[in-house]
């Protein structure tokens, strides 16, 4: 489960925990070259969105895979999207870059596209304090993926 109090990126106290592009870049690393994937492009979270995002390609039965790779800003928690990211985020699921990283970093949570796709609840937002609540109210976003993968600023 990814929900928890400072999901949402917008939090009181600085007791957050920071999820550091350099230990976002060493996954997408580890992972990529050997799996035959080249990075295009990886960029670092900034105010929005709040989450780091790498865009890897590659060559695949004579077709070209292009996949995203995010990093919430917060949590070492990592999730799939179908490039190009925008602020409507078309969740995917990469099992086997997924369990490479699950033997690789046992402490990174893979979001999957069923968990993200999964609507909001009440026990969900009870779980966020109260400044990330007012930003759902605000914002209102429709899923868990758009909770914790945000543009909000």
Known sequence: ????????????????????????HKIVTSFSKPM?????????????????????KRQKARQDETISILGHASFPIIAFAEPPVTCVIRFRDAFSIATRINVVFPHVTVATCEELSRKIE??????????????VKYWKPQNIGELAFNWWD
């Open 122 to 135: 009440k026990s969900d937002l009870e779980q966020l304090d109260r400044i990330e609540r007012d930003q």
């Open 36 to 56: 035959g994937y080249e990075v295009i492009e990886m960029k670092e979270r900034g105010v929005t969105p709040n989450f780091h995002i790498a865009t890897l």
């Open 1 to 24: 489960m990814i929900v928890r109090k400072g999901i949402t990126s917008f939090f009181v106290h600085r007791d957050i925990p920071e999820f550091r592009f350099d230990c976002f």
